[in-house]
């Protein structure tokens, strides 16, 4: 089957304190962006790829698709929430008979063992969610300063790349958006279809801080990269 993903790539740099989108920072010499798109071209060379960046720094995504020059890459630009970014990608590429994967462009630290791993369940279930365990103590706040303890074990923290059968996701994104679609994964159950959750990655952070800069670094210098 074909694999396709749409990278979405539109954030700020607002939480990191600068100017530059977060996506083009720098990480071993390398934009964020460039380290994920290394990654998905590592676990399946044939990848379809679509990166959805805001439209004044398509030209810096070119450029970083120059570094991969025998790379199926194509662009559009984002929407006004992650729901019309998404579908932007998703209606650039012919998609049947597909996989796709949806990435957040941030989250460079994905191997491609995750990648293959949601690739393999989506083709038996139709669907592949990262997710991890809670390893924190959870409350869930109730109001007036109040909150519960929540039972950790039946919480899961969800990653990116969500990942399903196209004939499965493509019609889910036909639906009006609602502001309960905060992912693809919510996206796809609204409109009927079940979601599989798979065992993801802790080093799969979302690049969203300056430390977590020099903890991304870290863990590739730890492999090697």
Same mark, same amino acid.
């Given at each position: ?30 934009s964020l962006?460039?380290?994920t ?18 439209e004044d720094? @398509?030209? %810096?995504?070119?450029? /970083? ?5 025998? &790379?199926? $890459? ?5 929407? *006004? ?7 932007n ?10 996989i ?6 941030v989250?460079? @630290?994905? %191997?491609?063992?995750? /990648? ?5 369940? &989506?083709? $038996? ?5 990262? *997710? ?11 109001g ?6 929540a ?28 502001d ?24 799969n ?14 863990i590739?210098?730890e492999?090697?990269?």
């Amino acid at each position: 089957m074909k694999k396709i993903a749409v990278i979405v790539a539109g954030g700020s740099g607002q939480r990191m304190g600068v100017s530059l989108p977060k996506q083009f920072l720098l990480l071993k010499g390398k934009s964020l962006l460039w380290h994920t798109v290394r990654a998905f071209l590592e676990a399946y060379p044939d990848f379809q790829l679509v990166i959805v960046l805001p439209e004044d720094h @398509l030209a %810096t995504g070119r450029e /970083i698709a120059d570094s991969f020059p025998t &790379a199926n $890459i194509h662009f559009t630009t984002g929407g *006004a929430t992650r729901f019309h970014s998404v579908k932007n990608g998703l209606e650039l590429l012919d998609t049947t008979h597909a996989i796709v994967f949806v990435h957040d462009g941030v989250r460079c @630290l994905l %191997t491609p063992t995750l /990648i293959k791993r949601c690739y393999e369940q &989506a083709v $038996i279930k139709g669907s592949a969610i990262p *997710a991890v365990a809670a390893t924190d103590s959870i409350r869930i706040a109730t109001g007036n300063d109040e909150s519960i303890v929540a039972d950790r074990t039946q919480v899961r923290i969800i990653q990116t790349p969500q990942t399903f059968k196209a004939e499965l996701l493509l019609p889910a994104f036909n639906q009006e958006y609602k502001d309960s679609f905060t992912d693809e994964a919510t996206v796809a159950e609204a409109y009927g279809n079940k979601i599989c959750l798979i065992e993801g990655e802790y080093n799969n952070l979302k690049i969203t801080r300056p430390i977590d800069l020099l903890v991304a670094e870290k863990i590739l210098e730890e492999r090697g990269l």
